[in-house]
């Protein structure tokens, strides 16, 4: 029997994959990093768009906290229905590539 292409052994290596490319990005260009980066965008003032280097975690733990949260979604309150359960492991397919790529878009826009 095939393993479907959402099983949470899928999802699992996918947010491996994603965790690693993102710290190997941060790893790569760590040297050329200033220690405080602009990230903060949405403040008016443009002293507070500054951010010590530390904070571009920010981006991988909340990718983080939000699949923890679609699983718990996902096994709890929505475990009869297949079409939500489906709706959300696509939503953390994309979740999980979009944050990579935005985490990465950062790193590289700094250097």
């Known amino acids: 029997m095939q393993t479907p292409v959402l099983s949470k052994r899928n999802i699992f290596l996918l947010l491996t994959v994603c965790s690693t490319t993102m710290f190997a990005a941060f790893f790569l260009l760590f040297l050329r990093l200033p220690p405080e980066i602009p990230l903060y965008y949405s403040y008016i003032e443009k002293e507070k768009h500054i951010a010590p280097l530390l904070h571009i975690f920010i981006i991988p733990l909340s990718l983080y906290l939000s699949i923890v949260l679609n699983q718990v979604l996902v096994k709890f309150l ?32 700094i250097v």
């Open 78 to 109: 929505l475990k009869e229905n297949s079409l939500y359960q489906s709706i959300f492991m696509y939503m953390n397919i994309s979740l999980m590539i979009f944050t990579t790529l935005l985490f990465i878009q950062i790193l590289l826009r």
